[in-house]
Protein backbone atom coordinates (compact mmCIF):
# COMPACT_ATOMS: atom_id res chain seq x y z
CA UNK A 1 0.00 0.00 0.00
CA UNK A 2 0.84 3.20 -0.82
CA UNK A 3 -0.78 5.31 2.01
CA UNK A 4 -3.30 4.29 5.25
CA UNK A 5 -5.28 6.30 6.57
CA UNK A 6 -7.26 6.17 9.92
CA UNK A 7 -10.52 8.65 9.77
CA UNK A 8 -10.73 9.45 13.10
CA UNK A 9 -8.35 10.61 16.01
CA UNK A 10 -10.63 9.52 18.69
CA UNK A 11 -13.53 7.05 19.46
CA UNK A 12 -15.53 6.55 22.17
CA UNK A 13 -18.25 3.71 23.20
CA UNK A 14 -20.11 2.11 26.03
CA UNK A 15 -18.65 -0.93 27.76
CA UNK A 16 -20.44 -4.11 26.20
CA UNK A 17 -21.61 -1.83 22.72
CA UNK A 18 -19.74 -2.84 19.16
CA UNK A 19 -16.71 -1.44 18.05
CA UNK A 20 -16.29 -0.03 15.12
CA UNK A 21 -12.25 1.77 14.13
CA UNK A 22 -11.97 2.85 10.31
CA UNK A 23 -8.81 2.28 8.17
CA UNK A 24 -8.51 3.29 4.24
CA UNK A 25 -5.67 2.28 2.13
CA UNK A 26 -4.70 3.31 -1.24
CA UNK A 27 -2.75 0.79 -3.68
CA UNK A 28 -2.24 -0.10 -6.83
CA UNK A 29 -2.43 -3.81 -6.32
CA UNK A 30 -3.43 -5.82 -3.33
CA UNK A 31 -1.97 -5.29 0.07
CA UNK A 32 -1.11 -6.13 3.00
CA UNK A 33 -2.58 -4.69 5.67
CA UNK A 34 -1.75 -5.14 9.35
CA UNK A 35 -3.85 -3.66 13.09
CA UNK A 36 -1.90 -3.42 16.11
CA UNK A 37 -2.71 -2.16 19.54
CA UNK A 38 -0.88 0.17 21.36
CA UNK A 39 -1.15 0.84 25.59
CA UNK A 40 0.33 3.42 27.22
CA UNK A 41 4.01 3.52 27.63
CA UNK A 42 4.50 0.16 25.81
CA UNK A 43 5.31 -0.97 22.26
CA UNK A 44 2.92 -2.20 19.55
CA UNK A 45 1.15 -6.02 19.62
CA UNK A 46 -0.40 -6.81 16.50
CA UNK A 47 -4.03 -7.92 16.53
CA UNK A 48 -4.09 -9.33 13.10
CA UNK A 49 -3.28 -9.07 9.64
CA UNK A 50 -4.74 -9.47 6.20
CA UNK A 51 -2.23 -11.11 3.81
CA UNK A 52 -4.86 -11.66 0.76
CA UNK A 53 -6.70 -14.88 1.88
CA UNK A 54 -9.60 -14.70 3.59
CA UNK A 55 -11.03 -11.20 3.47
CA UNK A 56 -12.79 -11.24 6.76
CA UNK A 57 -10.02 -11.94 9.38
CA UNK A 58 -10.10 -12.60 12.83
CA UNK A 59 -8.14 -11.49 15.67
CA UNK A 60 -7.13 -11.72 19.58
CA UNK A 61 -9.09 -10.30 22.03
CA UNK A 62 -12.19 -10.59 20.09
CA UNK A 63 -11.23 -8.18 17.03
CA UNK A 64 -11.81 -9.59 13.59
CA UNK A 65 -11.39 -7.10 10.03
CA UNK A 66 -13.01 -6.97 6.81
CA UNK A 67 -10.63 -6.33 3.62
CA UNK A 68 -13.04 -4.42 1.57
CA UNK A 69 -11.67 -3.90 -1.93
CA UNK A 70 -14.10 -2.46 -3.44
CA UNK A 71 -14.20 0.25 -1.00
CA UNK A 72 -10.04 0.19 -0.05
CA UNK A 73 -11.22 -0.33 3.36
CA UNK A 74 -9.96 -2.95 6.23
CA UNK A 75 -11.81 -1.75 9.22
CA UNK A 76 -11.52 -3.05 13.10
CA UNK A 77 -14.35 -4.28 14.59
CA UNK A 78 -15.65 -5.79 17.78
CA UNK A 79 -18.76 -6.67 19.10
CA UNK A 80 -18.63 -6.04 22.46
CA UNK A 81 -16.09 -3.51 23.97
CA UNK A 82 -14.41 -4.57 26.99
CA UNK A 83 -12.49 -1.86 29.37
CA UNK A 84 -9.90 -3.08 28.55
CA UNK A 85 -9.90 -2.32 24.97
CA UNK A 86 -9.25 0.97 25.74
CA UNK A 87 -5.82 2.02 23.76
CA UNK A 88 -4.37 3.61 20.71
CA UNK A 89 -4.89 1.10 17.54
CA UNK A 90 -2.96 1.61 14.62
CA UNK A 91 -3.86 0.41 10.65
CA UNK A 92 -0.02 -0.31 8.57
CA UNK A 93 1.03 -1.83 5.51
CA UNK A 94 4.02 -2.70 4.16
CA UNK A 95 5.74 -0.92 1.14
CA UNK A 96 8.86 -0.92 -0.55
CA UNK A 97 10.58 2.52 -0.96
CA UNK A 98 13.86 2.98 -3.35
CA UNK A 99 14.27 -0.65 -2.74
CA UNK A 100 13.73 -0.45 1.04
CA UNK A 101 10.95 -2.68 2.73
CA UNK A 102 9.29 -0.16 5.21
CA UNK A 103 5.84 0.11 7.22
CA UNK A 104 3.78 2.66 6.69
CA UNK A 105 1.50 3.55 9.52
CA UNK A 106 -1.80 5.45 9.72
CA UNK A 107 -2.26 8.46 12.64
CA UNK A 108 -3.62 6.23 15.08
CA UNK A 109 -7.22 6.25 16.76
CA UNK A 110 -7.44 6.35 20.13
CA UNK A 111 -10.05 3.86 21.67
CA UNK A 112 -12.16 5.14 25.17
CA UNK A 113 -14.25 2.31 26.95
CA UNK A 114 -16.84 4.27 29.17
CA UNK A 115 -18.25 2.02 31.85
CA UNK B 1 4.41 -15.07 18.50
CA UNK B 2 7.53 -13.66 18.31
CA UNK B 3 9.60 -11.92 21.22
CA UNK B 4 11.43 -8.67 20.85
CA UNK B 5 13.33 -7.18 24.03
CA UNK B 6 14.16 -3.74 24.26
CA UNK B 7 16.04 -2.71 26.92
CA UNK B 8 16.18 -0.42 29.18
CA UNK B 9 12.41 0.92 29.69
CA UNK B 10 13.30 3.78 31.05
CA UNK B 11 16.30 5.93 31.02
CA UNK B 12 17.15 9.42 32.79
CA UNK B 13 20.29 11.12 31.43
CA UNK B 14 22.00 14.67 31.72
CA UNK B 15 22.45 16.69 28.97
CA UNK B 16 25.46 15.75 26.93
CA UNK B 17 25.92 12.19 27.68
CA UNK B 18 25.24 9.55 25.68
CA UNK B 19 22.19 6.06 25.85
CA UNK B 20 22.60 3.24 24.63
CA UNK B 21 19.33 1.21 23.84
CA UNK B 22 19.26 -2.34 23.01
CA UNK B 23 16.76 -4.64 20.50
CA UNK B 24 16.84 -8.10 20.32
CA UNK B 25 14.94 -11.00 18.76
CA UNK B 26 14.59 -13.43 21.47
CA UNK B 27 13.27 -16.27 19.54
CA UNK B 28 13.37 -15.54 15.61
CA UNK B 29 16.40 -14.12 13.52
CA UNK B 30 15.70 -10.84 11.92
CA UNK B 31 16.24 -9.66 8.68
CA UNK B 32 15.27 -6.19 9.20
CA UNK B 33 14.87 -3.98 12.25
CA UNK B 34 13.15 -0.35 12.47
CA UNK B 35 13.92 2.53 15.00
CA UNK B 36 10.35 4.29 15.56
CA UNK B 37 10.05 7.74 17.68
CA UNK B 38 6.80 8.24 19.19
CA UNK B 39 5.88 11.89 20.51
CA UNK B 40 3.14 12.20 22.75
CA UNK B 41 0.07 11.44 21.37
CA UNK B 42 1.02 10.46 17.87
CA UNK B 43 1.88 7.99 15.62
CA UNK B 44 5.37 6.44 15.45
CA UNK B 45 8.03 8.51 13.15
CA UNK B 46 10.62 5.88 11.63
CA UNK B 47 14.24 6.93 12.24
CA UNK B 48 15.96 4.23 10.40
CA UNK B 49 15.86 0.63 9.06
CA UNK B 50 18.91 -1.44 9.79
CA UNK B 51 19.46 -4.69 8.19
CA UNK B 52 22.78 -6.55 9.70
CA UNK B 53 26.26 -6.66 8.75
CA UNK B 54 25.10 -3.30 6.64
CA UNK B 55 24.93 0.11 7.19
CA UNK B 56 21.59 1.68 8.35
CA UNK B 57 19.28 3.79 5.92
CA UNK B 58 18.40 6.94 7.82
CA UNK B 59 14.98 8.90 7.26
CA UNK B 60 15.07 12.04 5.99
CA UNK B 61 16.11 14.64 8.48
CA UNK B 62 17.04 11.84 10.88
CA UNK B 63 20.78 12.88 11.85
CA UNK B 64 22.95 10.39 11.63
CA UNK B 65 25.68 11.44 13.56
CA UNK B 66 23.15 11.99 16.30
CA UNK B 67 21.25 8.63 16.35
CA UNK B 68 23.82 5.99 15.86
CA UNK B 69 22.03 2.41 14.59
CA UNK B 70 24.14 -0.72 14.77
CA UNK B 71 23.15 -3.86 13.41
CA UNK B 72 25.80 -6.53 14.81
CA UNK B 73 24.04 -9.98 14.24
CA UNK B 74 20.63 -11.20 13.23
CA UNK B 75 19.19 -10.78 17.10
CA UNK B 76 20.82 -7.49 18.08
CA UNK B 77 20.31 -3.71 17.39
CA UNK B 78 21.36 -1.06 19.36
CA UNK B 79 20.28 3.05 18.78
CA UNK B 80 22.68 5.27 20.97
CA UNK B 81 21.83 8.83 20.72
CA UNK B 82 25.25 10.77 21.48
CA UNK B 83 25.19 14.16 23.52
CA UNK B 84 22.00 13.71 24.39
CA UNK B 85 19.87 17.43 25.12
CA UNK B 86 16.55 17.57 26.22
CA UNK B 87 14.88 17.47 22.99
CA UNK B 88 15.86 14.42 22.34
CA UNK B 89 13.72 13.56 25.35
CA UNK B 90 10.78 10.99 23.54
CA UNK B 91 9.66 7.29 22.83
CA UNK B 92 11.76 5.06 21.21
CA UNK B 93 10.52 1.72 19.98
CA UNK B 94 12.20 -0.97 18.03
CA UNK B 95 10.70 -3.63 15.60
CA UNK B 96 12.11 -6.51 14.03
CA UNK B 97 11.06 -8.83 10.54
CA UNK B 98 11.87 -12.47 10.67
CA UNK B 99 13.91 -13.91 8.51
CA UNK B 100 10.94 -16.67 7.98
CA UNK B 101 8.15 -17.93 9.26
CA UNK B 102 6.23 -14.93 8.72
CA UNK B 103 4.29 -13.39 6.52
CA UNK B 104 5.88 -9.66 6.73
CA UNK B 105 4.62 -8.48 10.42
CA UNK B 106 6.78 -6.70 12.06
CA UNK B 107 7.26 -7.66 16.30
CA UNK B 108 7.58 -4.68 18.51
CA UNK B 109 9.61 -3.84 21.26
CA UNK B 110 8.02 -2.67 24.48
CA UNK B 111 9.81 0.78 24.19
CA UNK B 112 12.15 2.82 25.85
CA UNK B 113 11.54 5.81 27.28
CA UNK B 114 14.02 8.86 27.39
CA UNK B 115 14.27 11.34 29.53
CA UNK B 116 17.25 13.82 28.92
CA UNK B 117 17.87 16.92 32.17
Known amino acids: AQSVTQLDSHVSVSEGTPVLLRCNYSSSYSPSLFWYVQHPNKGLQLLLK??????LVKGINGFEAEFKKSETSFHLTKPSAHMSDAAEYFC?????????????FGTGTRLKVLA | GAVVSQHPSRVICKSGTSVKIECRSLDFQATTMFWYRQFPKQSLMLMATSNEGSKATYEQGVEKDKFLINHASLTLSTLTVTSAHPEDSSFYIC?????????????FGEGSRLTVL
Open chain 2, 95 to 107: SARAQRGYTGELF
Open chain 1, 92 to 104: AAPTTTSGTYKYI
Open chain 1, 50 to 55: YTSAAT
